[in-house]
């Protein structure tokens, strides 16, 4: 895993979101941006950092993208250590 791989990660998770309203909305809910700041910060960083935070914090939502994406959840973790807020820590794949 390295950065670049976490962004896409990341990007993944957001056309995951995009596509559930459901989880689009309780994530914009709990984040306090609107759709238009989300669009606008897509691209953002710290914004890829929470949203891989939000899909951690609930393990449903999670299996759900992981599954979804055919990625293992193990890789979500990994991927967010490279984003702001994440803890530092260097993979080697």
Same mark, same amino acid.
């Given at each position: &895993?390295? !950065?670049?791989?976490?962004?896409?990660?990341?990007?993944?998770? *957001?056309?995951?979101? $995009?596509? @559930?309203?459901?989880? /689009? &909305?309780? !994530?914009?809910?709990?984040?306090?941006?609107?759709?238009?700041? *989300?669009?606008?910060? $897509?691209? @953002?960083?710290?914004? /890829?950092?929470?949203?891989?935070?939000?899909?951690?914090?609930?393990?449903?939502? *999670?299996?759900?993208?992981?599954?979804?994406?055919?990625?293992?959840?193990?890789?979500?973790?990994?991927?967010?250590?490279?984003?702001?807020?994440?803890?530092?820590?260097?993979?080697?794949?």
């Amino acid at each position: &895993m390295n !950065y670049q791989q976490a962004e896409i990660l990341s990007l993944q998770a *957001l056309s995951h979101m $995009a596509g @559930d309203e459901e989880i /689009l &909305m309780a !994530y914009l809910r709990l984040s306090g941006i609107t759709p238009e700041e *989300l669009k606008n910060s $897509a691209a @953002d960083p710290a914004t /890829l950092g929470s949203i891989l935070d939000y899909f951690l914090q609930n393990e449903k939502r *999670l299996i759900e993208f992981c599954q979804a994406g055919k990625i293992s959840p193990d890789q979500v973790q990994k991927a967010r250590q490279f984003l702001p807020g994440g803890d530092p820590v260097h993979y080697s794949t």
